[in-house]
């Protein structure tokens, strides 16, 4: 099953519990616009390379479309187009005036300098030309991509307009740095989201956080924010995963300090504090949450037997096959879905957006009180669904997402 056939079961599976109109169901079951370039770059050897990159517009029916832009070898058609629908349910779910997309290179940035990387996104952008914009599709950081990257996407589409309609161009993507438009609290507010989220969903199930335990995979973005904030709340960590391998500690590891030596490092390995584990030790490490933050399918049919968590708490977008989430749910575990747990990050896109609109400035305490009142409204909302519709997490959450676009299309019609 690839990527994009896992997104349509679970996409069938929600239409089903409320029986979307099959009207809806044909519109939403593939992505209004497929865009794939072919680009060259120069290289620094003086060679000229031509690069693959894809932008797919899931959906603009609630507003612009919205979404990362990845950089990494696994990259391809079907999973950008499930990432892109994805983004459709999450801003749908998030009650946030966007649609959905996804984007991205097929290449793997460690091997590039960051020279090349500086004209592999440029050219990209320029490629993609006004297929992006502030008030049309918007996208923003994935995996293997940051605020350095938002910044050149926003400076090269910035020169194609004139220099005096240049700063109204500003929101074509969020994720910027504080300097070049970017909001406070956007850095972390992905795993700050996931962290508000669980904090609901303990309440719910009568879960302490504080003295608690958990583990990570993906030292990232969103999984060492979602470490740090989890454990400046009372948890501990006794593991934590990258691509560079699997770290362990029963005594716990400090999730601030870990940090530090990969922003040092480039990855977990060679940690100090904690001893190098396998995967099997790793997926079954004792703690009672478990935040998959890499990429998709980690917890599949191989991994799922050995995790003992009581929560998988989806940071990564698609971490868990539809047959392994069966499986941890017949064995009491709960699957937090990945499209509410990780929207904090488009929750606070769309806050940078609307302060690039107004030229505002907002200060930390609002981006975070403000995301917070999403977080929990949205949680709050997901539970009552799953009692009123007797469904799991990730289809209560589907459905109110789709119940929303649903009715937008019935407002609307179809022209002509
Ligand atoms: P990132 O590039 O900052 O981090 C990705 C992490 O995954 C890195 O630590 C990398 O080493 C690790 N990784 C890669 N291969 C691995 C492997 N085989 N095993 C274990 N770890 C591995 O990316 P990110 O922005 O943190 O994104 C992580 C996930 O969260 C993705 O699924 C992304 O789509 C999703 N997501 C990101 C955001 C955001 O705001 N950045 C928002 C919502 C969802």
Redesign the pocket.
């Known amino acids: 099953m690839n990527l994009f056939e896992m997104a349509t079961s679970q996409f069938k599976k929600a239409a089903a519990a409320m029986k979307l109109d099959p009207s809806v169901y044909a519109v939403l079951s593939e992505p209004q616009n497929e865009i794939v370039v072919n680009f060259p770059v120069n290289m620094d050897d003086g060679s000229i390379k031509v690069f693959r990159g894809y932008r797919i517009q899931h959906n603009n029916t609630n507003g612009p479309y919205k979404g ?1 832009i ?1 950089f990494h070898l696994s990259v391809d058609l079907a999973e950008v187009k499930a ?1 892109a629908q994805w983004m459709t349910w999450k801003s749908s779910l998030m009650g946030i005036p966007m649609g959905g997309a996804k984007g991205g290179v097929t290449l793997n940035p460690r091997d590039y300098s960051e020279g090349e990387l500086r004209r592999i996104t440029r050219r990209f952008t320029y490629a993609l030309g006004n297929n992006i914009g502030p008030e049309y599709d918007i996208p ?5 991509t ?1 605020p350095r990257e938002m910044v050149w996407m926003m400076d090269t589409y910035m020169t194609m307009y004139n220099a005096s309609d240049r700063n109204a161009t500003r929101g074509v993507v969020t ?1 910027k740095s504080i300097l070049s438009g970017g909001s406070l609290g956007r850095d972390k ?2 795993g700050q989201g996931l962290v508000f989220c669980f904090e609901v969903w303990a309440k719910h199930t009568g879960f302490k956080i504080p003295g608690s335990t958990f583990f990570v ?7 060492s924010w979602a470490a740090r904030i989890m454990q400046d709340g009372g948890s501990k960590m006794l593991a934590a ?4 391998g699997a770290i362990g500690n029963p005594e716990g590891i400090d999730a601030h300090d870990l940090a530090k030596h990969v922003a040092k490092t480039g ?1 977990v390995k060679g940690y100090a504090k904690a001893k190098e584990i396998d995967d099997a030790t790793f997926y079954g490490t004792p703690a009672e949450v478990f935040i998959p ?4 399918c ?1 917890v599949n049919i191989e991994t799922e037997k050995y995790i003992k968590a009581k929560y998988v708490v989806e ?5 868990t096959t539809p047959d392994a989430e069966k499986r941890l749910m017949d064995r009491g575990i709960v699957v937090i879905p ?1 499209i509410l747990a ?1 929207s904090g ?2 929750t606070v896109s769309y806050f940078e957006w609307v302060q690039n609109k107004i030229s505002e400035v907002w200060d930390l305490d609002q981006v975070d009180r403000e995301l917070k009142k999403k977080m929990v409204s949205a949680t709050e909302h997901v539970i009552e669904e799953m009692k009123k519709r007797n469904v799991d997490p990730r289809t209560a959450a589907m459905t109110l997402a789709l119940s929303r676009i649903e009715a937008a299309h019935r407002e609307r019609g179809i022209f002509p």
């Not at 995963?241 to 560079?244: A, E, I, Q, W």
């Not at 933050?293 to 998709?296: C, D, F, G, K, S």
């Not at 940071?315 to 971490?319: R, S």
Request: zero cysteines.
């Open positions: 990362g990845r990432l923003a950081p994935d995996v293997g940051g994720g507010a992905t995979q993906g030292y990232g973005n969103v999984g995963s990258d691509h560079t990855g933050a890499a990429l998709e980690t940071g990564a977008n698609g971490p990945d990780n990050g488009v």
